[in-house]
């Protein structure tokens, strides 16, 4: 087991090894030397407790604004409700001049088609107006002038007797 001491030569050595690794990552500006490791000579005892120090105030910030949390008076619940209530009056106002508007719009459309429609059936109507039967009806009649029809037996009999 090693008893935790070391010798000269092996502190040299260690100092010896420091260095170069100072001069490797060394600046321009650095000093050639490179500086003594500062060492601190409190206890372990006030060492762990300062770093136990410091998470604990660490801890206590990042949870601060957990611990200002705090409830609503009813004042203030009375005024949030009284703003929620405006909020929804509002909204559905808006909701019904948008359905109103809509309405009146679908409105407008459907008679501006019905219009158009109305016009296309009129205009069909007009152009496929059927030209006046009446000149056949002459042209039959006409025909039919000079047709003279003869009254069968049957007939002539009972118009006779009905004369009687």
């Known amino acids: 087991m090693s008893s935790g001491f070391i010798t000269e030569s092996e502190a040299v050595e260690v100092r010896r090894k420091k260095q170069e690794e100072w ?6 500006d650095d000093p050639l030397e490179r500086p003594e490791d500062t060492y601190d000579h409190r206890s372990l005892y ?6 136990k120090q ?6 206590e910030e990042a949870h601060k604004l957990k611990n200002m949390i705090k409830g609503l008076d009813d004042d203030e619940i009375e005024f949030l409700d009284l703003v929620d209530r405006t ?9 019904i ?3 109103i508007e809509l309405n009146d719009y679908r ?17 069909e109507i007009n152009t496929l107006k059927p030209k006046p039967v009446s000149n056949n009806r002459v042209s039959q009649t006409k ?3 000079g047709v003279v029809v ?8 009972k118009h006779s007797e009905m004369e009687k």
């Not at 909020?87 to 909701?95: G, M």
């Not at 003869?150 to 009999?157: D, H, L, M, N, S």
Request: hydrophobic share 25%.
């Open 23 to 28: 001069e490797r990552v060394r600046k321009a």
């Open 46 to 51: 006030e060492r762990l407790q300062e770093q």
């Open 107 to 123: 409105n407008r459309v459907a008679s501006l088609q019905e219009k158009n429609l109305d016009q296309k059936l009129q205009s």
């Open 54 to 59: 410091k998470r604990d105030l660490e801890y």
């Open 150 to 157: 003869k009254k069968t037996e049957g007939k002539k009999r």
């Open 97 to 99: 001049e948008e359905e």
């Open 87 to 95: 909020k929804l009056a509002a909204d559905r106002k808006k909701t």
């Open 143 to 145: 025909l039919l002038k």
